[in-house]
């Protein structure tokens, strides 16, 4: 079998952690041909993030040098305790020794100047895959696993200039095969790709957004014609819901790609929204495997699945949203409607969910909570006082997901039913024509309490 197999930052959260994944690949690596992608270590992106904002309004650039200093402990901690090989151990601190010089140069720049384009974000968010590939490269060939540690862009993953998330470029599926088919099939070497990052065609380095890595590990397997991707996370596989919001919460064995894109688009932490659309053409499967529990089945993500007699099967919930109305009388409704996406597209607003009404014009768009200001930015001056744009914040989104719903009648009512029951008010609601899914808004105190009750009315914790 030919496997393209990535870890997240959980996975790769310490040494430890690194050289149990390195006898992870090693055991599965025997009669099979591996491509692996990993995330950043737990956490280093968060800081980077952190430390990239801190150098626009801090004036001193002190707290570099202290910065710099914590990622070199935890690299060379993760180093020393992932590669036994002395020889292996000095050829990557090398190489994380200057990584780490770039950044903190990166850094210092950004300082003086006070300003973080998008552009130079990505860069400096590249620092994390960039310096996790080499060291479970290292770590692999330390167990006797001859391997090869590449960035995204050496891999192949080209993409447009939509620095934070950008787009893959088509001839990307090219690209990859002609820099990893020599690799895997001729030099039976397992190549170690820095997710989450490409690069240009002029050379500059973008990121594909958070959770990219996933889609790292797709686009490779597509190119590559591999006959599965593996999802190594911190869980057994996908779960009927959030188990800390619902403790008998149930392992989905099998998932249709709509209900697991469903899933990722309205919160469920699977894998990046945009993940499946390169494996759905080639029906290659995607399985989610728990990296502390490796022999555990998981969760296969394919194009279709075993009957059960589940309606919905999963619910997922998104807290961190909030909505923006557009009204206003006299407007040309398919004009209106186009102006406003035009202005969210060009200000990169996430869209999530929307619901209209056309008699007198209506508008509600879900958004991510942190796009909210810039999205009533840009639709103030789109409308330019000839209507209304408000904002309701506070809120949250429930997504009920089965592709049993579709053409079984009175789901909907069912679920509204619920939660009537246990006076819980529904502030908006969408339904998409292929019946997959039915979403809603409520107030975000009462968004857990809605989940628990429809799994509970549905009796997602009892199995098929």
């Not at 994944?21 to 599965?28: D, S, T």
């Not at 968060?46 to 430390?51: N, R, T, V, Y």
């Not at 993760?78 to 151990?89: G, H, L, P, S, Y």
Request: hydrophobic content about 40%.
């Amino acid at each position: 079998m030919r496997i393209v197999m990535k870890f997240g930052g959980t996975s790769v959260k310490d040494g430890r952690s690194i050289l149990h994944c390195a006898n992870l690949i090693k055991k599965f690596s025997k009669n099979n041909e591996v491509v692996v992608v990993t995330s950043a270590m737990a956490g280093v992106t968060d800081s980077l993030l952190h430390a990239a904002k801190k150098c626009c309004n801090d004036p001193s650039p002190g707290f570099i040098k202290l910065f710099i200093a914590e990622m070199t402990k935890k690299h060379y901690d993760a180093v020393n305790d992932a590669v036994r090989n002395e020889e292996i151990k000095s050829k990557v601190l090398s190489k994380v020794d200057k990584l780490l010089d770039e950044l903190e140069k990166v850094l210092l720049g950004i300082n003086y100047l006070g300003e973080l384009t998008p552009r130079s974000l990505d860069y400096i968010l590249s620092f994390g895959e960039r310096l996790s590939a080499p060291i479970l490269s290292a770590s692999l060939l330390s167990v006797g696993v001859d391997s090869l540690a590449l960035e995204g862009g050496d891999a192949g993953i080209l993409t447009d200039e939509t620095y934070g998330r950008a787009k893959p470029l088509p001839e990307v599926y090219g690209t990859i095969k002609s820099r990893l088919e020599p690799l895997v099939s001729i030099k039976k070497t397992v190549p170690v790709v820095s997710g989450f990052i490409g690069t240009t065609k002029s050379g500059n380095i973008t990121t594909l957004g958070r959770g990219g890595s996933d889609l790292t590990a797709t686009l490779i397997a597509s190119a590559l014609n591999a006959d599965e991707v593996w999802l190594w996370k911190e869980v057994d596989g996908v779960m009927t819901t959030d188990p800390k919001i619902v403790p008998e919460a149930r392992l989905i064995p099998e998932i249709s790609y709509q209900e697991a894109m469903e899933l990722s688009h309205f919160g469920a932490k699977i894998l990046h929204p945009k993940a499946l659309e390169p494996v759905m053409k080639k029906r290659i499967p995607v399985r989610i495997k728990n990296t502390f529990n490796p022999d555990a089945e998981g969760t296969v993500i394919k194009e279709s699945v075993t009957s059960t007699k589940d309606i919905v099967k999963a619910l997922s919930l998104i807290e961190r949203v909030a909505i923006i109305n557009i009204s206003g009388a006299g407007f040309d409704f398919a004009e209106t409607m186009s102006n406003v996406f035009r202005a969210l597209a060009e200000n990169k607003v996430h869209v999530i969910m929307v619901s209209q009404s056309s008699s007198e014009l209506n508008l509600s768009i879900v958004v991510d909570e942190a796009d909210v200001e810039k999205a009533m930015k840009a639709l103030n001056g789109m409308i330019n006082g000839n209507g209304n744009v408000s904002k309701m914040e506070d809120i949250a989104v429930i997504s009920a997901v089965g592709a049993g719903m579709a053409g079984t009648p009175g789901v909907a009512g069912r679920i509204f039913s619920a939660l009537g029951r246990n006076r819980i008010n529904v502030v908006m609601i969408s339904q998409s024509c292929s019946e997959y899914n039915v979403s809603f808004v409520v107030k975000r105190d009462e968004g857990r309490k809605a989940v628990r009750v429809l799994h509970e009315e549905f009796e997602l914790g009892k199995g098929s």
